[in-house]
């Protein structure tokens, strides 16, 4: 019988196998270029050169009302009722008689707004409030963006851009083993507390950022090249190739991909024996946003759409022999089946 440590190189090994495959498959040469299109079309290489909060939190706070819906959904809400500027919520901080909830980023905890009832954890001051006179999406986007501009206003000082360098010459001690994680959690971390803002959104959101919003700042692009979004694609594709049952981590998708041995633990690991320069000569040699997101490619949709519910029966393994990894793949069950949809009790009783 194989030991602990042998079954983990072979988890590894495996790993690897699949995880250079898809990303060959996927070619996504463009990755940090075409983030800084994006960033350029949206004045956010400016804004990052300037100091320019308000730029900033203007693209922030787009991105922000992508979670949760799909991408069509919320770019139709924000094209019909538009969307709260960075102005908007400085004019309303100025108004008389505030809710003490405005007072600063530490007083707005438990805020309580509610859209759909127009109530919220401070009635007396309700009518005066600025927060709800936004038209956003739902009453959590009210919230988040009133945290997010208290965030750079109080926490971040009035300069998010110092915020951020601050914080990654603090963590770059040198004395950290993987320089490269610190770093992008001594930036994610502090946000996860920004209210309504889940760290899929956000590491999506200062990866982008980070990777390509100055060329120039070392640490900047490390610390985003290191950040992992984790979605039901990503996992599943984990699960299904038999990654995680390898490496002793089958989990059902949430905390514990981002949790000790996780799906993100995984693909740092994996990352570290995939050089990533091969691809482009411009990419840091280990890249694992690169990584996750040719996984995430290779399953999505609007993409590759190779691996995922609507091509394979999650209730059988996967019989699609035409796909690359097939031949390696462990093709691992999703859903196991319910009894009341398996005919005869042998089965019932094999389950």
């Known amino acids: 019988m194989a030991r602990k440590g042998e079954r983990r190189i072979s988890a590894v090994s495996h790993a690897t196998t699949l995880v250079r495959k898809v990303c060959t498959f996927a070619n996504d040469t463009t990755l940090i270029d075409d983030s800084r299109v994006g960033l350029a079309r949206a004045g956010v290489i400016e804004a990052v050169r300037n100091h320019d909060d308000m730029v900033l939190f203007d693209w922030m706070l787009e991105v922000l009302s992508y979670q949760g819906v799909s991408d069509a959904v919320a770019s139709g809400y924000i094209e019909y009722h538009g969307s709260v500027r960075a102005g ?8 008389r008689h505030l809710c003490p909830k405005l007072t600063s980023y530490w007083h707005f905890e438990d805020c309580g707004y509610l859209k759909s009832t127009r109530s919220c954890s401070q009635p007396k001051s309700f009518r005066q409030c600025p927060l709800p006179r936004h038209d956003l999406r739902n009453g959590r986007l009210n919230q988040s963006a009133y945290s997010l501009f208290l965030f750079m206003r109080d926490i971040a000082g009035g300069d998010f851009v110092g915020w951020l360098d601050r914080r990654l010459a603090h963590a770059d001690t040198g004395t950290v083993p993987d320089r490269a994680e610190a770093l992008a959690a001594s930036v994610v971390e502090p946000m996860t507390h920004i209210y309504g803002v889940s760290d899929k959104v956000l590491s999506m959101s200062l990866s982008s950022l980070l990777i390509a919003g ?18 039901t694609l990503v996992h599943n594709w984990l699960h299904r190739t038999g990654i995680l049952s390898r490496f002793g ?3 059902l998708y949430g905390p514990k991909c981002y949790s000790e041995g996780g799906c993100a633990t995984i693909i740092r690991r994996v990352a570290q024996r995939i050089d990533a320069s091969a691809y482009n000569p411009d990419f840091p040699r280990t890249f694992p946003r690169f990584v996750q ?5 290779f399953c999505a949709q609007d993409h590759i759409a190779q691996c995922n519910g609507n091509r394979i029966d999650d209730r059988d393994r996967c019989g699609l022999s035409d796909c690359l990894l097939f031949s390696r793949c462990d093709r691992v069950t999703l859903q196991r089946p319910k009894p009341d949809t398996v005919a005869g009790c042998e089965n019932i009783l094999a389950i």
Do not use: C, F, N, Y
């Open 214 to 231: 100055d060329p120039e700042r070392e640490r900047w692009q490390t610390a985003g090249a290191a950040m992992i979004v984790v979605d």
């Open 88 to 95: 908007d919520v400085a004019r309303g901080l100025q108004r």
């Open 249 to 251: 981590s089958d989990h």
């Open 293 to 297: 997101k040719a996984l995430w490619q």
